[in-house]
């Protein structure tokens, strides 16, 4: 705690200093720009070094079309100025000197732009991929194939992203990926975290950030590094928007739809969109298990087990919100979200079960039908005010989020001997038939606040610092029951009921201060983390209590040889913390002899990354990682025996299992070949090792596995001229460990695409064909001291898609601000609903 009030009183005292450092003397350039008779609001101002034409300062003019940007240093500088609507203006060479302290331009008038020049405004194409030093920027609609899939189905195509089977999302290798959406948390993870993600239409997707080394400034969760996916924003005043609808034909018909729309209007802008989607499919499992009750017995059981699962579900998501720009530094903003989704997923499973010679001795067929309503409310109030012109601002983000779930579960199991005849059976815990019913309430209330300073000093230094506060109290409550199939009564499951309460508090502060010193660029961070947890498992009368304090440093260090070649060399400590239905110590049923569980027991996992990366030209990066992780949070398969059964039982549950080590060496290039064509292929190779133990209940199973992988994928943009486009893209990745535990086999995809723009190009249609020969399926096996699990799995993933998006409205050019909330975390760790 001391560490933490330390970082708040740094907090304050840089606060202070920037306000006396900010009166720096220096230069003052200033002046008025018109264009056609009046004045020109929010036209950008440049101040470029004179002798490379590199910027050095920004600023925007107000409604008065006047703009003062202050502290710039002696020197030979050019003015440019640039509006939409106008032709760009550039100043002869202003020299400035200790003589001339307020250098006034007067009235600079811009000449209107042709009607050409408006085309080229609103037609510009982005690239696909956009490789940054710090980041890599995947622009969504640039890429037709992308047209009606998922969010979590345009990741799965990014470079670096690779999803494995259990929709865990890893990145270079390594998973921990915290996802954000606009800057905000989506607070779920796992299975439930893809299932959000695929509910969610890349219709609605403008660009995709991939950090594998974020700063100071954001959460230290993230093992791997952070993805934000940033939502399409319309960017003009006036009235505005697009609507977009998408027909997916597949074995089941799947369907998306979104609308966006803005208005704005002198201090006032609005927005919202909404989307609407129709997911239907199938998810077929195969699950082939050898069991035995040590590593020196032999097999004594097999059992073969298909599951042929349907999932469907109607998501509905929207967004509305208002900025009010009080004074030209003076914003004030407000926003609401929410998320409504009505899900079945039904199951239908037969498990044919042997004896020690492989002699058919008994079957297992069940069915499972579980409806989820899962309704989710978010609601933002946030602050930006500008303290001078040369960008120093304070923001400040309150949230509340709540979600609310209803799950019913029917899970109904008969066993039969090898000739179909029902085994009777006399236990009470585990009768035959085995007819679960399952109702699992749950509430997550979620309450941030977040407060962020930035300042650039002259000298190209810019200092950063903030807090962040969130509450967190998850309440689950499942009643489980089971039918005497005689009497039809139901009776309370003790075994598997539970009430668990979960309440977290975090309390964070951060420092981070970069600077540019001619070709090198330094940056120093820190974080402190004060976690404070509470966990109670009420019926069962068990409880736990966390209290912990951490620091996070981060630091850059970057080398630019020249325009062309830049160097960087980053360092940082992170932080997973275990999913809240990871905590959960429920248990949720696929049939009697297999099932997942949470572990209440679970401690956060801590991991050092060290990345070193060349940029030549924005279009090559070349980087090397290693990433040192403790106390690794994975997924295990436990066997284990009831009392009184022959059959085994294997259940899913995370555990503290190891440490381990990653080392990786990843390259993405990315060019435009010719006119008409353009290419970005990215491959990494790495190579992960664990060490540590799994805990089954009746002993310790010793770990120490590693293996090479090598993932890749490549997009090719195609640009035929006449609004028609093209694309053809896939990925790839080896053989590799899932986790400490699963030995995946190869696998891969490609699609490939068309579109054309239409209605004077307001307008456009596109065709997707995804994975024509299902070479995107899971297959692995898992083969520990108690049994060998092969498992494969398929699904509804051969897709042909068209769509049509359609774009309305007067634009000139008015920005509408992106804004982060107060939530860098929470909201990752939450589960959901959602098809599979």
Partial sequence: MKRLIVLFVIFIIANSLTSLLAQTNGHILKGMVTGNGKKVESATIYILRSQDSSIFKTGITDKDGAFAIENVEDGSYLLAVEAIGYKKFYSDVLTLTASNTAFDLHTITLAAADAAMHTVVVTSKRPFIEQKIDKTVVNVEASPTNTGLSALEVLEKSPGVTIDNNNNISLKGKQG?????????????????????????????????????????????????????????????????????????????????????????????????????????????????????????????????????????????????????????????????????????????????????????????????????????????????????????????????????KNLQDNSNYLFSSDSVLIETKDQHNPNPYLLHGNLPSNIDIYTFKSDFHHPFKKDAVLEAGIKISYVKTDNNAQYTLQNNDTKERFVDTTRSNHFIYKENINAAYVNLQKQFKKWGVQLGLRAEQTIADGKQVTKGQSFHKNYTKLFPTTYLSYKANDKNTFALSYGRRIERPGYESLNPFQEQLDRYTYRQGNPLLQPQFSHNIELS?????????????????????????????????????????????????????????????????????????????????????????????????????????????????????????????????????????????????????????????????????????????????????????????????????????????????????????HTGGQQ
């Fill in 177 to 405: 990926v915290i996802i954000l959406i606009d800057g905000k948390p989506t607070y779920l993870s796992g299975e439930d975290l893809a299932n959000y993600l695929k509910n969610l239409s890349a219709n609605q997707l403008d660009q995709i950030e991939i950090m594998s080394q974020p700063s100071a400034k954001y959460d230290a969760s993230g093992n791997s590094g952070i993805i934000n996916i940033k939502t399409k924003k319309n960017k003009a005043a006036g009235f505005n928007g697009n609507i977009s609808t998408s027909a997916i034909i597949a074995a089941y018909f799947k369907n998306t739809n979104s609308i966006n729309l803005n208005w704005r209007k002198n201090k006032v802008n609005l927005f919202g969109n909404y989307g609407y989607s129709r997911w239907e499919g199938f998810n077929d499992l195969y699950i082939n298990r050898s069991l035995r009750t040590g590593k020196e017995a032999a097999y004594d059981r097999y059992s073969n087990q298909y599951s042929f699962n349907r999932y469907s579900g109607k998501p509905q998501n929207f967004k509305a919100g208002i900025d009010y720009y009080a004074t030209k530094k003076t914003t004030l903003g407000a926003a609401v979200t929410g998320n409504f989704e009505n899900n079945q997923f039904v199951s239908k499973s037969r498990a044919n079960i042997y004896d020690s010679l492989y002699n058919f001795v008994q079957f297992n067929q069940a069915h499972s039908d579980s409806r989820e309503t899962w309704n989710n409310l978010g609601f933002n109030l946030n602050f930006q005010q500008k303290l001078d012109t040369l960008g120093t601002e304070l923001t400040a983000d309150a949230d509340y989020i709540f979600y609310h779930n």
């Fill in 614 to 830: 060349y940029n030549y030209k924005g279009q090559l990066n070349i980087s090397t990682n290693y990433t040192n992780t403790t106390d690794i949070i994975n997924d295990v398969l436990i066997t284990v025996k009831q009392p009184g059964d022959s059959n085994y039982t294997t259940f899913q549950t995370s555990q503290n299992i190891a440490s381990s080590e990653n080392i990786g060496l990843s390259v993405n290039y990315n060019k435009q070949l010719v006119k008409w064509w353009s290419v970005n292929v990215f491959t990494n190779v790495y190579y992960n090792h664990y060490k540590g133990v799994i805990n089954d209940g009746s002993g310790n199973e010793d770990i120490n596995t590693g293996m090479a992988g090598l993932s890749g994928n490549m997009s090719n943009q195609f640009n035929f001229g006449k609004g028609w486009s093209g694309e053809l893209s896939g990925w790839f990745r080896s053989q590799q460990l899932e986790s400490s535990t699963i030995l995946a086999r190869s696998m891969g995809m490609f699609s490939f695409g068309a579109g054309k723009k239409i209605l004077n190009d307001k307008g456009s249609i596109r065709l997707n064909v995804r994975d024509p020969f299902y070479l995107a399926r899971f297959r692995g096996k898992n083969e520990t001291d108690k049994g060998l699990t092969v498992i494969s799995n398929k699904w509804d993933n051969r897709r042909v898609t068209i769509s049509f998006n359609y774009r309305f409205g007067k634009a000139n050019g008015q920005q509408q601000r992106r804004r982060s909330s107060a939530s860098e975390d929470e909201q990752n760790r939450i």
